[in-house]
């Protein structure tokens, strides 16, 4: 059935059985309408004395009006839209950024129509978006890389590093370049989720274990644990415990959901670095940018602050704090 507006006679119609005790199912039926608009006109257009119809009829054309001539979304927020998607932005950080900083706002079901469009017109807005190819489904398969000894189960974790109630409490994981030789070292913050990225050019657990303690060493006092998965690269995991004075745990295999935050990051990370891509060519600077597009980008998870914002707080809290126990 094709939705047709309630004409005046429909709303004099409406009143007059209104008025003679019918309730609004029965009203719908003699009317040949669905319910629910019966109900929306006796809810919206009634007025302080009641439901009038030459009153319902104003209010409902004024409405219809006002929405006819809402204001568009102005160049100016188009062009923020189009600086932050540049920035890697995701459509839905845009919005919520704009609505937190109290900005002329746009939803983002509105920004990814406006990207589609340019894509049908021969733009590249396009290109910004993170997922550029359809997902496939992972094969599984039986372990064939060995076991680490003297491994912590994630079972053993203490619940507080679940509930991210606790600043210190670190996930990290590899992500490997072409030809499976060189890699990137990603570590993140669970409360916070910042990011750290370092390249190493072998992906042994010498070169793993070396990049995990050089990067965690500036925050060595406020990291209580680690976690990975079950990568023959973390097979130093007792060396860096001691290292960082911290707890080392072990996810279960093929549970990737155990580290969501990590392999979300680990999928961000791709936009800037795709599969098939030789790690070789990558430099400091290649790596700094991405960490600062990162690091400097909304999170909703955060009330859309930004990670950097969220560390920055939290380490400050914590040194505060241990400052004053000291």
């Known amino acids: 059935m094709i939705y047709t507006h309630l004409t005046r006679d429909e709303r004099y119609q409406i009143a007059i059985l209104a008025k003679a005790n019918f309730n609004q199912s029965e009203i719908a039926k003699m009317m040949d309408r669905d319910k629910s608009s019966i109900s929306r006109e006796l809810r919206r257009n009634r007025g302080l004395r009641g439901y009038r119809p030459k009153q319902a009829n104003d209010k409902a054309q004024e409405r219809r009006l006002a929405c006819a001539n809402s204001p568009r979304v102005a160049d100016s927020t188009w062009a923020v839209v189009e600086e932050k998607l540049a920035e890697a932005w995701s459509p839905e950080q845009i919005s919520g950024h704009l609505e937190a900083s109290h900005q002329p706002g746009v939803s983002y079901e509105s920004i990814y129509q406006y990207i589609y469009a340019d894509k049908r017109a021969g733009g590249t807005l396009h290109k910004t978006l993170r997922c550029q190819k359809t997902r496939k489904k992972r094969s599984s398969g039986r372990e064939r890389r060995g076991t680490i000894s003297h491994q912590v189960s994630i079972e053993l974790r203490p619940d507080i590093v679940l509930e991210r109630a606790r600043f210190g409490d670190w996930e990290a994981d590899l992500v490997i370049g072409a030809g499976q030789k060189q890699a990137l070292v990603t570590i993140n913050e669970r409360v916070s989720r910042y990011s ?81 891509m030789r790690f070789n060519c990558i430099t400091d600077d290649d790596i700094a940018l991405a960490m600062h597009r990162l690091n400097h980008r909304p999170r909703k998870c955060l009330g859309y602050r930004t990670p950097h914002q969220v560390f920055m707080e939290q380490l400050e809290s914590y040194q505060h704090t241990v400052a004053l126990q000291a």
């Open 196 to 276: 750290i990225i370092f390249h190493v050019p072998f992906k042994t657990a010498q070169a793993v274990g070396d990049a995990l303690i050089t990067l965690l060493k500036p925050f060595a006092h406020c990291v209580h644990t680690l976690t990975t998965d079950n990568g023959k690269e973390f097979a130093q995991h007792e060396r860096i415990a001691s290292a960082l004075s911290a707890d080392f745990f072990f996810a279960h295999p093929y549970a990737s959901w155990e580290r969501g935050a990590n392999e979300n990051m680990n999928g961000l990370i791709r936009q800037f670095f795709p599969k098939g």
